[in-house]
């Protein structure tokens, strides 16, 4: 059994790195601050005796040597958090894995195969796009070059912020055996059915754009309604368009617009440009494309009933993701095993699992989070679910683990 | 006659400073480049032998003696610009005021009362609200305290940026006997019916606001549709709303929302707060205060559909503003007399003639500009209409300063 107490005091120091005073956590992706968290993570890997190797994109890997050599039984999360983030959106699963090694350490324990806790870099997206930047380039979903060469809004591009928090690596990384990651659901479905484990079955497909609108400045007094083109109003539309798309997916579709950048911004200025981004998700193929041919439509329809230019740029793409059966039910008997009440779910979010599920088998554990708030400064899970959450991922691990 | 080769060297060396690259100007109220603006006109008008006055509110009144001390003749505009603003808006009418004492300084003309030429602080209302800051302190519309501590979105407040530059005042100025101001049409009327002058008889009634609506913050993913309260979608409903408040209104009901922030503009985060502007504008009273029930109703509305929580706080208000008749008859007889085409005129702009008219006998002259963009780096005029309108200046100047 894991330490409990130890991996909540873990959770509450890594937290304070990047605290804000609404009790959240601000440590976006490649800041200083979140070099300063890769530190303090390493250096707890480090008195585990891990060694610590650092990749092309920024991914970290603690791998605790095995018995054999072979292919390593890896778990992992990420440490970067949203603009108003909260404690454990990643850092639980960086976290617990780093608590299933101090147990192993503590007991004495040596595993058949190597067990190997990654942080991977830039999972939220909000710093750089596309989200779950380190797992992407890892599986190969997208190239490393493209992947340093995004820029944040002041054009400071991934591979100069590596540079600047000294995680720039260059090792070569083997393919795991299997990969686990812990996580708090994000979402309110464990808490509503009273359950501490979410055995997770998928996650949905997503599909990311930024859309901008080219209307025409002019003055907010004497221009006639009629004669405007207005690309603010456009846009809100567009918003209220993107919900209804949403809507009409049912029960899984999700659409949200997040950020929205108006220019010139100016109150007696008619909005000459505007861009803003659309996050589309949906659990099957068909239905997040029906959505995306939707919101192309509702581009379209928009462009020609304003007299104004749409770009729709799709920023991020995958699609909806299955995990491993034969883990998956180690996962159950892990809960079970340790009398733990438990029920499938999808995961709603995109975590870096669903990108090492397209090179090694893979599957994740959840558990539930206040009210189902995440990326809040507000989110809050309880000591024992969290606690919860990582024995079952010891287990996993050592059954995994055995030669 | 004035020299109109002159007006036009002296509007394109003002646009030198805070030139763009796309041919418009940006020169926010008080910043460094609307310092190095006064600079310029200011020496120009001491060439002329005219004393320079700065009141309080940094507001610069340049003065030609008359041969009687009596109430001064004053004409003038702003030189402050739109973040993205042209070289005409407010330029043209200081200009046009330097432009008629150049012409009876070099002709040996002395009138009988003084001539005065005013540059009013921060008309655009862009960097501080409200809006026509200078000329409302002048007039009693605010007081000098409330402007004297509005700050930018940096948290500079006027007063600070006043002694930045150097243009804190203290000098008292008595009301004019009367205030003329030339201004481009920033509409497409004039355009329209192929006039040259505009004989302006009123101006649109105003009522901006800032909207903060309160949703909360939670994931783009796992968060159901049903669950959430999305502060940017209520937001974009509304502003679709403002725009449908304004055509119910018509033909002279405007509504814009020239303004937007949103938090925290995450691409996967439901956004919790957004701020944004509300620019409402009619003919009459009657109209404006039922432009204003609806938009707080549509606020109210939408509080209770979506479970947020909004706040409307209206900013600005003046009602609509007749100019004087007297004035307005002697413009008119200026256009006749230098045999210009000319027609009566609505402003849809609020103008520092707004407040004036307030204390004094006030007319406004307006002239085409292309297509009647305005509040865009492309505004265009052409030099004869600006000429133009610069005689008929000049004459309804001479004729109100007969003693
Ligand atoms: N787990 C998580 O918050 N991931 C961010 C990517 C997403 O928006 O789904
Ligand atoms: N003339 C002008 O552009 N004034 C700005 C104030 C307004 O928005 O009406």
Sequence with gaps: RIDGQRLWRRLMALAQIGATPAGGNRRLALTELDGQGRDL??????????????DAIGNIFMRRAGRLDLPAVMTGSHIDTQPTGGKFDGNFGVLSGIEVLSTLHQAGVVTDRPLEVAIWTNEEGSRFVPVMMGSGVYCG????ASALAAVDLDGISVATALDAIGYAGSDHIETPACYFEAHIEQGPVLEAHDKVIGVVEAALG?????VTVKGMEAHA???????????????????????????ANAPNGRGTVGWIENYPNSRNVIPGQVRFSVDLR????????????????ACARAAADAHLAIDVEQVVYFPAQAFDATLIASVRQASDSLGLSWMPAVSGAGHDAVYVARVAPTAMIFVPCKDGISHNEIESAEPEHLEAGCNVLLRAMLAAARA
Excluded at 141 to 144: E, G, I, P, Q, R
Excluded at 206 to 210: D, E, I, L
Excluded at 289 to 296: E, K, Q, T
């Design 141 to 144: 979903a997208f190239t490393l």
């Design 221 to 247: 007094g004497p221009t006639p309604m009629a004669m405007r083109r207005d690309a603010l109003l456009c846009s809100a539309r567009l918003i209220a368009e993107v919900n209804a798309i949403a809507l």
């Design 282 to 297: 949906a659990a099957d193929e068909t239905t997040l494309g029906g959505m995306d041919a939707a919101l192309r439509a």
């Design 206 to 210: 997503q599909r990311w754009y930024t």
């Design 41 to 54: 993570v390493t250096q707890w890997a480090r008195e585990l005796g891990c060694s610590i190797r650092v």
